[in-house]
Every structure is written in structure tokens, then in C-alpha cells.
């Protein structure tokens, strides 16, 4: 059971510097999400995706875009990554907006 | 941003004791939704709770929709040195935006 997969699990990147975070899920849910988690601090959700077609802001989503490829995939874009960024970066889904939310291993992103 | 306060922060205990922690809001929440984090993985789903005043339990744990519906409680009977780790706490009003705790870190000494 693969639940959401996302990769890479480490990335260090240079200020300035872009990069994609990649997420797909097998479950066959509708609603797909990306949170950041820092020290000290809840998940802040960044931005989500209620259904195949559709995204939208969160809580923090200055400085990222994203795009639901299809009903699997939803990457999380990084046009010119900044030191406050560095976090840990988790993707979810769920079945539908406002289901328990599924996660995955998250990717441990620092920036230089 | 809107945060849920967990209570306690953290907490040592021994083998074989109970635990109880505990989540509250200003905000009035329809489902909560309770978190273990192992170091280095994502947080996996524990239990679910969607009316208030409701019980549920998993094994050892049990949860607690408040009457209040602001809100929730967990209870780890018997602990073991796996139930290290950190527990969270979720709530929403009904949207897709679930509010997350800050966490319980819980650390059991053998």
C-alpha cells in the first residue's frame, strides 16, 4: 500500500534556485493538499486542491505555485527558493474537501 | 495563523502508564482528527471523531470529541516504547482547512 508517495525525500538548493516537489496518491481521492512543518509549530497549509482541475490558496502560499496534473499527482512548484523556506514539506489527500487527510513521508527541503 | 493549543508540550513517562493529552480552540470544531509523527516520516491518522460527546477507541488509544465542540482528548493506556512520538491534533469546521496543533511530544522510558 503506497497511500501518497512523495519525492525526493532530501533536496538541498542555492537561493535562487527553482524546483518541483512531486506527490501522487493511489487511493483514488479527490482532494489533494501541501503543508509545510517548522519547529515549533502546526502544519500551515500552503495550498490545496479540492478536486482534479482546481487549486487554491491556503494559509501560506507566497513564494509557491502548484499544479494537479491529473487525479493522481499534485506537485508543488519553488520558482526561486529563499532561506525561509527551508522546512519539511508534506503532502495529503483525502477523499473528498474536509475528509481525514492522508500524508506522506515528506521532503526535507533546506536552502542555502 | 489559527493554531489549536496542545496540552502538555511534552511529557516523560514510564513504561506501562497511562497518558493523557488534551487540544483546545476558540473555534467551535464539527470533526477532530488525532496524529502520531515517528521521526522522520509523516503524520499517520489515528482516530477520527465527527460528533460531540463521542468515544472512539483504537487498540490502546482512545479519543474524545469534548461537549463543548472546542475541544478533544487523548488517552494512551499502557504505554509502550513505541508510543514515542509525537501526537497531533486536527479540527475543522467542515471545509477542506483542518487547523493543526503544535503537538505533544511523548517520549516513554522503559
Known amino acids: 500500500n503506497a497511500g501518497v508517495t512523495q519525492t525526493p525525500k532530501f533536496q538541498v538548493l542555492k537561493t535562487g534556485q527553482s524546483m518541483t516537489l512531486q506527490c501522487a496518491q493511489d487511493m483514488n481521492h479527490n482532494s489533494m493538499y501541501w503543508y509545510r512543518q517548522d519547529p515549533g509549530m502546526g502544519l500551515r497549509l500552503i495550498y490545496y486542491s479540492a478536486s482534479e482541475g482546481t487549486t487554491d490558496k491556503g494559509e501560506v502560499p507566497n513564494g509557491y505555485n502548484v499544479s494537479r496534473l491529473n487525479k493522481r499527482e499534485f506537485s508543488l512548484r519553488l520558482e526561486s527558493a529563499a532561506p525561509s523556506q527551508t522546512s519539511v514539506y508534506f503532502c495529503a489527500s483525502s477523499e473528498r474537501a474536509g475528509q481525514p487527510q492522508h500524508f506522506g513521508d515528506g521532503t526535507r527541503l533546506s536552502i542555502l | 495563523g489559527q493554531q489549536l493549543n496542545q496540552s502538555p508540550q511534552s511529557m516523560f513517562i514510564q513504561e506501562g502508564e497511562d497518558v493523557s493529552m488534551n487540544c483546545t480552540s476558540s473555534?467551535?470544531?464539527?470533526?477532530w482528527l488525532w496524529y502520531k509523527q515517528d521521526p522522520g516520516e509523516g503524520p499517520v491518522l489515528l482516530i477520527a471523531?465527527?460528533?460531540?460527546?463521542e468515544l472512539t477507541s483504537n487498540g490502546r488509544l482512545t479519543a474524545q470529541f469534548g461537549i463543548t465542540r472546542k475541544d478533544s482528548f487523548l488517552n494512551i493506556s499502557a504505554s509502550i516504547p513505541s508510543d514515542v512520538g509525537i501526537y497531533f491534533c486536527?479540527?475543522?469546521?467542515?471545509?477542506?482547512?483542518?487547523?493543526f496543533g503544535t503537538g505533544t511530544r511523548l517520549k516513554v522510558l522503559a
Open positions: 471523531l465527527y460528533k460531540a460527546g
Open positions: 473555534s467551535i470544531f464539527n470533526t
Open positions: 486536527a479540527g475543522t469546521s467542515g471545509t477542506y482547512k483542518y487547523i
